[in-house]
């Protein structure tokens, strides 16, 4: 693969080398910033361009949700906490209580990218599928379905591997990260599932023909996978009526709640509330969050993260915004901004661990059935749009 420099950093020989063989760690290095500057700057551009695109498609949400398809979902590695409620699952809710069709897929394969004990899957699931119905996902008006439980979505992996290349699959973020965290936590190199997931997630997306994905901007890069497969589909095998969507993004509220070491809170580093914690445990939880040694208490995300992550919660619970309840406090100090924010999150989580317990209390027979129902729908459209996927490309026998 030929490497093209820009303009300030091309060599002056009028017959270059190539690069593995002449340049000096240094040129290496300032290739390496120069491509990181380069990715940073279309980031940002791709970042401000989904913002405005998401202010015109929130507007045309509220005047026709039924032209809107939405794909979105978790994997299943334990029951969700605080931070994937305020994150993307009370949006979800919000997106179908619009009138918006909402299809959720409890990811069970993406499981074992990175892993190699999967645990007790099928309890994960049900804990999974209990706080989405705690949190009011509705399954009469949302479909609920597991990656495993459908074949055919599975399937259209193959098609669409081959409208990608390796190199842009190594070139994702995400997929980049793990890389490196997998040679840390195991000593060796990702899978080829872990290569392929932003493929994977294609399928996820497209099998139903979802148009709409709320995501994070940091998730922008997975959705441009998805676009580029469309896109690529459609000009090879239906360029006269095409196929499948480019799914816009629809960038969700940037919401990163930190756990109680002050880190982003995650299952994995056991910083987390849980939904289904006790009102005990959330009392605790609010006592050991980390916070600063300034008195008076103010919103600045940037300066004072574990302050306004505690502004940020309280505010959701309360309805109000991080910086009115900071003027609220002002000078009463870190401890009465605990003891306000702790009281909100208790009377705000105690309908919805109600909810959860009346569920879990009837046993799995419900939830099974709930996931039986979404399976088959989700295996209905998904057989449906394989079939027409191996028309168009002249594969079917």
């Known amino acids: 693969m030929s490497l093209t420099l820009p303009p300030e950093a091309a060599p002056t020989s009028s017959a270059p080398a190539p690069l593995h063989d002449t340049a000096t760690p240094h040129d290496t290095a300032t290739l390496h910033d120069l491509g990181a500057a380069r990715d940073k700057r279309a980031t940002t551009r791709s970042a401000v361009a989904a913002r405005e695109r998401t202010a015109v498609l929130e507007d045309r949400i509220a005047r026709n949700p039924g032209e809107y398809r939405v794909l979105t979902g978790d994997r ?10 305020m994150g993307t699952v009370a949006n979800r809710v919000r ?16 499981v074992i990218t990175d892993r190699d004990d999967a645990g007790d899957l099928p309890a994960t699931v049900r804990e999974v599928l209990l706080d ?58 990702i899978s080829g599932l872990l290569l392929t997931y932003p493929v994977h997630q294609a399928a996820d997306i497209l099998f139903c023909h979802g148009n709409l994905v709320p995501v994070g901007v940091d998730q922008l890069p997975h959705l441009e996978i998805t676009r580029t ?17 480019e799914p816009d ?13 002050g880190r982003r809170m995650s299952k994995s580093r056991g910083n987390a509330l849980e939904l289904r914690a006790s009102e005990d445990v959330t009392v605790t939880f609010f006592k050991r969050a980390k916070t600063d040694a300034e008195r008076a208490i103010t919103y600045e995300p940037e300066r004072r993260p574990e302050i306004a992550n505690l502004l940020q919660i309280g505010a959701y619970f309360t309805g109000g915004t991080p910086e009115a309840l900071a003027d609220e406090v002002g000078a009463g100090g870190a401890g009465q901004l605990k003891a ?10 105690r309908p919805l661990r109600a909810r959860r317990r009346e569920l879990a209390s ?22 449906r749009t394989l079939d027409d996927v191996r028309g168009l490309m002249g594969m079917r026998y």
């Open 95 to 110: 997106l179908q209580d619009l009138g918006v069709e909402v299809f959720l897929i409890v990811a069970d394969y993406q």
């Open 132 to 189: 989405y119905l705690a949190a009011g996902l509705d399954p009469e008006r949302s479909t609920v379905f597991t990656h495993s439980a459908v074949p055919a979505l599975n399937q259209l992996l193959l098609p669409f591997l081959s409208l990608v290349t390796v190199s842009e699959l190594e070139r994702n973020p995400t997929v980049k990260a793990e890389a490196e965290a997998a040679v840390l936590r195991q000593k060796r190199g």
């Open 249 to 261: 993004a629809l960038i969700a509220p940037s919401t990163t709640v930190l756990g109680d070491d």
């Open 229 to 245: 497969v469309a896109r690529r589909f459609n000009q090879r095998y239906s360029a006269a009526r095409p196929y499948f969507p």
């Open 340 to 349: 306000l924010v702790t009281e909100a999150a208790v009377e705000g989580l």
């Open 362 to 383: 009837a046993g799995p027979r419900y939830l099974d059935e709930v996931l039986a129902r979404g399976n088959a729908r989700a295996n209905e459209i998904a057989d």
């Open 76 to 85: 299943p590695t334990g029951a969700l906490h605080l931070g994937h409620l």
